[in-house]
């Protein structure tokens, strides 16, 4: 063998590696910046109802239209509800007939009027014991409660009135 090519297979892998090593160290590219140009925003479509979609849906009615096209709720959430009046000086009464059951072998209904809310019981005075508060007005009796209909018979003078479950 000559002594050239033994200086070549001795140095050639070392020469090798070097060069790559060396190709690998070089300075890496930066990336240059351009100047930020200021965005403009799209203008916003026009706050008009959109015309129906191409494929067949009708857009929503928005919040503004729909608070339009309904009512406002009660004046007074906690006050008495409508129906159930018991005028000034006068006797008239609408109570309002929530539910029936039975407690042992007395029936009772329950019942909604302008003073309030309450279990109502067959008797003068509708109170199902002598403690407990007064729901109908004074002089109204409570006739008859019917289990099966869901109805109360009330009575003024001597004029029965009926009232069922709302």
């Given at each position: 063998m000559t002594w050239w090519k033994q200086?070549?297979?001795?140095?050639?892998?070392?020469?090798?590696v070097l060069v790559s090593v060396a190709g690998c160290g070089g300075e890496t590219p930066t990336v240059t910046a351009l100047p930020s140009a200021p965005v403009q925003?799209?203008?916003?479509?026009?706050?008009?109802?959109?015309?129906?979609l191409a494929i067949g849906l009708t857009p929503l009615p928005s919040a503004e239209e729909v608070q339009q096209a309904t009512p406002g709720g009660r004046v007074d959430p906690f006050g008495p509800l409508s129906g159930a009046d018991v005028q000034e000086g006068t006797s008239v009464i609408t109570p309002i007939v929530t539910g029936v059951l039975m407690v042992g072998n007395q029936k009772r209904a329950m019942v909604t009027?302008?003073?309030?809310?309450?279990?109502?019981?067959?008797?003068?005075?509708?109170?199902?014991?002598?403690?407990?508060?007064?729901?109908?007005?004074?002089?109204?009796?409570?006739?008859?409660?019917?289990?099966?209909?869901?109805?109360?018979?009330?009575?003024?003078?001597?004029?029965?009135?009926?009232?069922?479950i709302a």
């Open positions: 200086a070549a297979e001795r140095w050639f892998l070392p020469v090798v925003p799209s203008p916003l479509p026009e706050a008009s109802a959109p015309a129906a009027t302008a003073s309030g809310s309450g279990v109502i019981c067959v008797g003068a005075d509708g109170r199902c014991e002598d403690d407990a508060p007064l729901v109908l007005p004074t002089g109204w009796s409570v006739l008859s409660i019917d289990m099966v209909s869901g109805c109360i018979r009330l009575s003024l003078n001597d004029e029965p009135q009926d009232f069922c």
